[in-house]
């Protein structure tokens, strides 16, 4: 939780980011991953890395949320399996993206979207990844 908090403060006060509302109608539909920014050097991660490369969220209106990649590894399946017939809310205050479900407490996926140059991210604290998206 430090680090979600900490990464979000510098986030805040970066003069890179430009101010622009994300809404909850501005984050449904499809966001397909462009690029991995932040490299991580463990090897038992670079399967999920590559799968990530090709990932596809979406953000349905319904709430309903899916995740998915051309490229599956084991651990991205065991990701894909977690997030099934899961529902995503945004809280608005500090522009988070929860997956889950009520019973969870839409814990399963905490993803962190922020502007950047002109630039979606998509932040997942479970896995200190930075994905720059763009909605398809």
């Given amino acids: 939780m430090k680090n ?15 101010s622009q509302e994300i809404t909850q109608k501005s984050i ?12 991580i050097d463990n090897p038992n991660l670079k399967d999920i890395l590559k799968s990530f490369n090709t990932a596809l969220f979406e953000f349905k209106e319904n709430s309903d949320f899916k995740l998915t990649t051309t490229d599956n590894s084991k651990l991205f399946s ?11 809310k945004l809280n608005k205050n500090d522009y988070v993206i929860n997956v889950g479900n009520q019973s969870d407490g839409y ?4 993803i962190i979207v922020v502007e950047v140059n002109g630039k979606i991210i998509f932040h997942l604290s479970e ?6 998206v763009q909605k398809v």
Avoid at 30 to 37: A, D, H, M, R
Avoid at 79 to 85: H, Q, Y
Avoid at 127 to 132: A, G, H
């Fill in 4 to 18: 979600y908090l900490f990464i979000l403060s510098i986030l805040l006060f970066s003069s890179n980011i430009v």
């Fill in 28 to 39: 449904i539909g499809k966001w397909k991953v462009i690029n991995v920014l932040k490299k």
């Fill in 78 to 88: 065991m990701l894909t399996n977690m997030t099934n017939n899961s529902k995503w």
């Fill in 107 to 110: 814990n399963i996926l905490k």
């Fill in 127 to 132: 896995t200190e990844l930075d994905l720059e």
